[in-house]
């Protein structure tokens, strides 16, 4: 759910503003959830006022934005509309970054709800999200790109009785993407010197999903559900290159190739589960499921038992378990058609193990520890780029790998230490150990991402009700990269060309990443309403991160053979950004 997802998901598709709680959970989760391994991110919109209307007109650098909300019907019911336009080009411009860029996009969320009686609630929801991105330079000639994301969803929440509760939701919506472009690097032979792209894909969807909770008595509940898929793509992928050889007169030629794919697969997946929550003492509560998936597209079935137990030991002392099977299918709509797949993969399956311990220290303090263990089995193979720089067409670079993991491992231990200190001041501190690798062709490999050491430092202070400042550090260890250089290869028809040459995977570190965001609040008094100024300052310091290192090659006017390296990929410098809302 993000707008310009070609390059990075920079911003999210749902303004925050329209969002009133968000869950996270990271370890073990139950058998409700399926069909991805290793986390539940779930939102849920604000809650309107039952009566009145309260409406909010905001404006920043990045975008211009208006929410609305009130109650109807005595009470009975709620609206609530929420629209954002963007102009990421103006804060480009203050950190000399938007040289031939022009991104832009825009969002809009509806929400009504109506409680015909105390113990039903129907609601009815649309989200619409569309963004657009031009780009040129030097070496690209154009590059337009668009996506166009709308989804609609009706609900029913039922309390049958003190013990019976149901909510049965349906949904429907469609996602399309643009991409064409066309590229010139005359001379450049450490990829394509000429790549002309046109890429069109649309994915639809509709379902339907009823859960059912029953109270058998004080210590013991059932849970059950399905849910029903159809689901449909649309892919029509073509590309089209000019790569420099050397010809067998020793002469500089050109090698042409074309990738096109058109494919329109569709299916339906259909999920059940059935779990047991048991309160045997007092102290213990323990939750047993499993849970069935049927996926047509690529003909599977699958099984996954989980338990979840917590046990109190005292008052201020929590500790949590989890064990359980995670499957994710290659989705319909996740086909790499610009690497030339054609066909889906069978569904990743991860066996985890977590332990979490809650405990509530002397002056208000918080810690929690959580510890975790996850093997991955029948990975699908993985399309990436040895140089993990943003890319307008990543899929034709030279320096495209295809990865086919036997297993995977991710373990680590997490802590966070927070307090807030009543009505003025909150912190929070937080480091993680972790490690992430596959095994391919017999060696463990870090992944791409893998981030051994983090830490995080936080903190809020709100002297009065009219000033509110926070700052937050995050730094990480550097993320693996593999090191690249060139090597000369010959062909059947005796020409030469000169391709890239890979060192172990991901066997050398980028530098360590880390950079300063703050924000400073100020609220006025305003009519009936209150204006809101703010201040933000990402990476406050203007911290040089580098995201990947690239060796490039080209044969200048005279042939000869250039080589060299960069100074390594940018990642965003300071970005400094005014705004105001205001509300009444």
Do not use: C
């Not at 934005?65 to 102009?87: E, K, P």
């Not at 337009?144 to 013990?163: I, L, M, P």
């Not at 030629?253 to 997946?269: I, L, Q």
């Amino acid at each position: 759910p993000y707008h310009l997802k070609d390059f990075d998901g920079v911003l999210g598709i749902v303004d925050v503003h329209s969002i009133g709680s968000i869950d996270l959970v990271t370890g073990g989760f139950g058998v409700e959830h399926g069909d991805k391994l290793t986390g539940v991110f779930d939102m849920t919109s604000r809650t309107p006022p039952i009566s009145g209307t309260r409406t909010t007109l905001g404006l920043s650098i990045t975008n211009a934005s208006f929410m609305s909300q009130g109650g109807f019907g005595t009470g009975r019911g709620q609206w609530l509309v929420s629209a954002r336009r963007g102009y990421l080009d103006i804060a480009m411009a203050l950190t000399g970054g938007n040289d031939g860029i022009s991104p832009q996009y825009w969002d809009v969320f509806g929400k009504v709800q109506y409680q015909p009686h105390r113990k039903h609630l129907f609601s009815a929801s649309v989200l619409h999200a569309s963004d657009n991105l031009s780009l040129s330079d030097e070496t690209l000639q154009f590059l337009n790109t668009g996506w166009k994301s709308s989804y609609s969803w009706v609900a029913w929440d039922a309390d049958f009785n003190s013990r019976v509760t149901a909510r049965t939701m349906a949904w429907a919506g469609r996602v399309t993407r643009h991409r064409a472009g066309l590229g010139e690097d005359l001379g450049r032979v450490s990829g394509p010197e000429w790549i002309s792209v046109l890429d069109d894909q649309a994915f639809t969807f509709a379902g339907a999903r009823h859960d059912l909770s029953v109270e058998l008595s004080d210590r013991a509940m059932i849970k059950l559900g399905g849910e029903f898929k159809r689901l449909k793509s649309a892919y029509d992928y073509f590309n089209a290159t000019r790569t420099l050889i050397a010809t067998p007169q020793n002469q500089l030629g050109a090698r042409f190739d074309t990738v096109a794919v058109a494919r329109v697969p569709y299916g339906d997946e259909a999920s059940a589960y059935l779990a047991a929550r048991l309160r045997p003492i007092d102290a213990v509560t323990t939750e047993i499921g499993v849970r069935y998936d049927n996926i047509s597209h690529t003909h599977e079935a699958e099984w996954s038992p989980r338990i979840l137990t917590a046990l109190e030991l005292s008052p201020s002392t929590n500790l949590r378990a989890s064990l359980g099977r995670y499957y994710q299918s290659h989705g319909i709509h996740e086909l790499q058609v610009r690497d030339g797949e054609r066909v889906f993969s069978p569904s990743d399956l991860a066996t985890q193990l977590a332990f979490g311990l809650e405990q509530r220290l002397p002056g208000e303090v918080n810690l929690r520890i959580e510890l975790y263990r996850r093997a991955i089995a029948d990975q699908r193979p993985r399309y990436i780029n040895s140089e993990q720089e943003l890319s307008a067409f990543p899929e034709a670079e030279g320096n495209r790998i295809r990865i086919d993991p036997e297993r995977g491992n991710a373990r680590g231990v997490e802590v966070l230490v927070s307090r807030e200190l009543g009505r003025n001041w909150a912190w929070s501190i937080s480091y993680v150990l972790a490690e992430a690798e596959d095994e391919i062709d017999g060696e463990w490999v870090p992944r791409a991402l893998d981030q051994r050491h983090t830490f995080g430092v936080s903190a809020a202070y709100r002297p009065n009700n009219s000033w509110r400042f926070s700052a937050s550090w995050y730094y990480h260890t550097g993320w693996p990269t593999t090191d690249t250089g060139f090597r000369v290869d010959s062909h059947a028809d005796g020409s030469l060309s000169l391709v890239r040459a890979f060192g172990p995977l991901n066997a050398i570190r980028l530098p360590a990443y880390h950079r300063l965001d703050l924000r400073a609040t100020r609220n006025f008094s305003v009519g009936s309403g209150v204006l809101q100024v703010y201040l933000d300052v990402f990476n406050a310091y203007n911290r040089t991160n580098i995201s990947s290192w690239d060796r490039w090659a080209y044969v200048n006017e005279q042939g000869n053979l250039i080589v060299g390296r960069d100074n390594g990929q940018e990642m965003m410098r300071i970005l400094p950004s005014i705004g105001l809302r205001y509300e009444f």
